[in-house]
């Protein structure tokens, strides 16, 4: 499912002097991609998220999501039928949780979306899978799973309509660094194997370098540039100038080049980039006994 604004700008002050959220945006958000949304406190970036949720409506312009368009007139579709296409996991959203087990709060929105639907189970079963848990965290209380485990629950739970389109707002955020791993070869496999679309709106850049395909930066309400991932983080000045946080492995990889020459090209994460160095040393070093014994 794409996403498209075209023109789009949003006040929260409907004054003339309003300060605007979000000013003349325009972006494609491809379908079956990973997308990031980053930029400094303040930027537009919670703004496009309710925008392509549907919680509020474009000042001006409009947000095209799949085959629903979102203006400021009254729109000529079920809102009902755009939540099933459309999930939303908020940051910690294991605090609202509220069921007794994991699968009560899994089924809890499809009950109230679909109150005749039989098949709920086995939804709950697939689900569940989808996040990589099994059926015995069904009769667990969701209350005393690690963060991780909630997260995944919270992501299920809105998996259970099966979306078209999952936007995640600071998904990462207080998990510890094997959770935030899990969570990140989980999105990773809804893309590729479910064919979602999801969009991730965060600060943590280093955890966004190695699973999304693009790029969208804001800085005061404006896109100041979008496109591949690889591309966009390594306008280094661009992001510094504008506040913009560049993942470690890329700054990194900067600095070698910049000081040794040294292009080490693409490199996900600073493991990555630690086993890439030593094999550039040890290449160095054959090289080296090479030479002494000519």
């Not at 929260?12 to 997308?35: M, R």
């Not at 009950?111 to 039989?118: E, S």
């Not at 990462?172 to 709106?201: A, E, H, P, Q």
């Not at 900067?254 to 040294?262: A, R």
């Amino acid at each position: 499912m794409e996403v498209i604004f075209r023109n789009v700008s949003f006040s929260y002050n409907d004054t003339p002097t309003g300060k605007l959220a979000l000013n003349n945006v325009s972006v494609f958000l491809e379908s079956n991609l990973i997308h990031g949304i980053i930029g400094p406190i303040g930027s537009g970036k919670s703004t496009m998220l309710e925008l392509m949720n549907g919680i509020t409506l474009p000042s001006k312009g409009e947000v095209l999501v799949g085959e629903y368009e979102l203006t400021n007139k009254k729109s000529n579709f079920n809102f009902n039928d755009f939540r099933y296409d459309v999930g939303l996991v908020y940051q910690f959203p294991e605090k609202q949780f509220f069921c007794s087990t994991v699968g009560e709060e899994i089924a809890f929105s499809q009950k109230i979306f679909d109150p005749k639907n039989r098949n709920i189970k086995n939804k709950v079963k697939k689900v569940l899978k989808m996040v990589g848990l099994d059926e015995t965290y069904i009769k667990r209380s969701p209350f005393e799973l690690n963060g991780g485990e909630k997260r995944r629950v919270a992501i299920a739970s809105v998996l259970i309509s099966n979306p078209k389109l999952l936007i995640l707002d600071e998904p990462t955020i207080g998990l510890d660094c094997n959770s935030k791993k899990r969570l990140m070869r989980l999105l990773k496999g809804l893309k590729t194997k479910y064919l979602k679309t999801i969009i991730i709106v965060t600060h943590d850049v280093d955890m966004l370098y190695e699973i999304v395909d693009d790029i969208v930066v804001l800085s005061d309400g404006k896109v100041i540039k979008t496109g591949n991932k690889i591309e966009v983080f390594n306008d280094i000045k661009l992001l510094d100038e504008k506040r913009v946080p560049v993942p470690n492995v890329v700054r990194t990889c900067n600095i070698i080049k910049d000081n040794f020459g040294i292009d080490l090209g693409y490199v996900e994460n600073m493991n990555s980039l630690v086993r890439k160095i030593t094999n550039v040393i040890n290449e160095q070093k054959k090289m080296v006994v090479v030479n002494n014994e000519k």
